[in-house]
Structures are given as structure tokens and as C-alpha cells.
């Protein structure tokens, strides 16, 4: 979650992780104005948040197909590597101790 603080245009101007005077309006991670705020902008760490923030879209979706293809028995789910596995037994051990209203990297895809 994130804080942003907009000029008199109602253009963000910057992004906090803390709630501030300037910065009072909660914006999710995966909001298309946080994209655009980023994208726009040439700082090196700014595109390396932009680019971490999509990976965790992708990482989500990639995470949906995995499950679908599994669910559809295109592929079993011991046909993936062990570490795979691994990883996905332990988000969605992570999932199940989340509440079902609870959203995760913004449930965006």
C-alpha cells in the first residue's frame, strides 16, 4: 500500500509508504496511476520498482496458469521440478492462513 501526494492538478508528485499530511490518499501497489507515476519517471530506482511491482503480476499470474493447467490435467502436478513444488505448496500454505477476503498482490490479474 502506498500514499500519494498530488499537485493542484490532482497529478501524483510522490509516492509514501507512510501516511503524511501530503501523502494522505491510499493507493494499492498495482494501481495504473502507480505505473504511470514510475513509468514516467528515468530514476534508476523508480523503473527498478516499476519492474519489481511487475513482477509480482506476473508472478501471480504464472502462479493462475500453473493451477488451471493442473486443475485441467494438462500437466500433474509431479511433473514439476521439486523446488517448483516447493514453492507452490508453500504460497498456498501461505494462502490458506490469509483470511478468504484477504487480497494478495492486489488481485489485480
Do not use: H, Q
Not at 511491482?53 to 508472478?59: F, K, P, Q, R
Amino acid at each position: 500500500m502506498y500514499y500519494v501526494a498530488r499537485d493542484k492538478n490532482g497529478k501524483i508528485i510522490s509516492l509514501s509508504r507512510e501516511k503524511t499530511i501530503d501523502a494522505s490518499e491510499e493507493k494499492t501497489s498495482l494501481d495504473s496511476e502507480i505505473w504511470e507515476f514510475l513509468s514516467n519517471d528515468d530514476d534508476e530506482d523508480s523503473l527498478r520498482m516499476s519492474l519489481s511491482l511487475s513482477d509480482m503480476g506476473l508472478i501471480r499470474a504464472i502462479e493462475d496458469l500453473i493451477n488451471l493447467l493442473i486443475e485441467k490435467k494438462v500437466i500433474y502436478f509431479t511433473e514439476l521440478p521439486e523446488e517448483v513444488r516447493n514453492r507452490i505448496i508453500e504460497r498456498r500454505r501461505l494462502r490458506e492462513k490469509l483470511s478468504p477476503d484477504t487480497v494478495v498482490v492486489d488481485e489485480i490479474l
